[in-house]
Every structure is written in C-alpha cells, then in structure tokens.
C-alpha cells in the first residue's frame, strides 16, 4: 500500500519551481527531463520516468535504462540518452 501511494506521488508533484533542479536535454539539445533531489528523473511535463542508484538509471518497473557516466547517461549500447550542464 505505502509503496502504491509513493508511484502515484511521483506523478501529481510538480518540481519544476524547486531552486535545486537539474535538467537533462536529449543529444540534440531539446530539455527533456528533470531532478530535483537527483535521485528521481521526470519528464519535462512532470511525469516520473526513473530513479538513480548506483550509477545507474531505472524506469519505475526496476530496470536498468541506462549508465550515469559523468554529465552524461548512455543506454544500454553506451550511446547518450541524455545530458546535463
């Protein structure tokens, strides 16, 4: 139950005011997604995509989406999914 109610927080808050906000842009530069607390990734519309842990990305089910490697977070073939400043 407490896990349930979590999931469906991550989808009615609304970071984008907070003063610690990290955005990630796609390799063409289009602002694609958000952190807040880097540990929670959401979708520019606020829409929770993934978690960080232990250097890597996951989607909401527990899988791995791809690898943080400094600025950058590569799929699975190691090509960049997103970027950060």
């Known amino acids: 139950?407490?896990?349930r109610r979590a999931r469906v927080d991550y989808k009615?808050?609304?970071f984008k005011q907070s003063k610690t906000?990290?955005?990630y842009y796609d390799p063409e530069g289009n602002y694609?997604?958000?952190t807040n607390d880097d540990k929670h990734l959401f979708t520019a519309s606020g829409e929770h995509i993934?978690?960080?842990s232990?250097?890597?990305l996951y989607?909401?089910?527990g899988m791995a989406i791809g690898r943080i490697k400094?600025?950058?977070i590569l799929d699975k073939k190691g090509q960049p999914l997103y970027y950060t400043n």
């Open 1 to 3: 139950m407490i896990i």
């Open 12 to 14: 009615k808050r609304d």
């Open 21 to 23: 906000m990290t955005k």
């Open 32 to 34: 694609k997604a958000y």
């Open 50 to 52: 993934g978690s960080f």
């Open 54 to 56: 232990n250097g890597f």
């Open 59 to 61: 989607d909401p089910k």
């Open 70 to 72: 400094e600025k950058y």
